[in-house]
Structures are given as structure tokens and as C-alpha cells.
């Protein structure tokens, strides 16, 4: 069974800094490219960044990048995404989404809080 676990969410002051992880099972992780999306309350779903577990490229927001860093540990089939420099609008509920190259549904985890105060 495909399974996503994210954790390292949390409240942190403005400027400073968490780490995210994604624990993948239940698929083979070099076949996959992992996800980072956020939602704010009242706002649409939106697409942090992303890595290709085959050959770790990675692509950003613009509102992230320089700020966040996406990597992938294959051997400990997570992936993480670094988040330094935080501000207040970066606070939203964070989920791992997996994404295989044949067409099926992406799979989502359950989502980590993570709150920005200024």
C-alpha cells in the first residue's frame, strides 16, 4: 500500500526556519517524482516545489525560491524540503504528493501545519 508520512511541521517566528520531511512506502521511490503543495485557509491549493527521485531535478515557486530547498534521500526513500527565511504567508497546511510517469492518480499525505507568526 502506497503511503505518504509527512512531519516536521510547527509554529516558528518570522525569519526563521523548519524542516520538512515525506516518508514514502509501498512504491518504488526512484520511479516517482515527490510534490510539496500548501493551502492557506481561503486560499486555493498551490504548488511549492518538486523533485524527480530518477535524476533529483527540482523546480520551485516563485515565492520560495531562494528560501526553500527540495532533496531527496533514495535510500531512506524521503524526500525533504528545507524552509528557511519563513514570513506569515507562508503559513498553510503542507502535503507530500507522489506523482509516477504512467498516468495514475497522484497519491496525497495527510499534511503537516505549518504556522509563520510575524
Known amino acids: 500500500e502506497m503511503q505518504l508520512v509527512e512531519s516536521g511541521g510547527g509554529w516558528v517566528q518570522a525569519g526563521g526556519s523548519l524542516r520538512l520531511s515525506c516518508a514514502a512506502s509501498?512504491?518504488?521511490?526512484?520511479?516517482?517524482?515527490i510534490l510539496w503543495f500548501r493551502q492557506a485557509p481561503g486560499k486555493e491549493r498551490e504548488g511549492v516545489s518538486c523533485?524527480?527521485?530518477?535524476?533529483?531535478?527540482?523546480r520551485y515557486t516563485d515565492s520560495v525560491k531562494g528560501r526553500f530547498t527540495i532533496s531527496s534521500d533514495n535510500a531512506k526513500n524521503t524526500v525533504y524540503l528545507q524552509m528557511n527565511s519563513l514570513k506569515p504567508e507562508d503559513t498553510a497546511v503542507y502535503y507530500c504528493?507522489?506523482?509516477?510517469?504512467?498516468?495514475?492518480?497522484?497519491?496525497w499525505g495527510h499534511g503537516t501545519q505549518v504556522t509563520v507568526s510575524s
Open positions: 504528493v507522489s506523482r509516477g510517469s504512467g498516468g495514475e492518480p497522484d497519491y
Open positions: 509501498g512504491f518504488t521511490f526512484d520511479d516517482y517524482a
Open positions: 523533485i524527480n527521485n530518477s535524476d533529483h531535478a527540482t
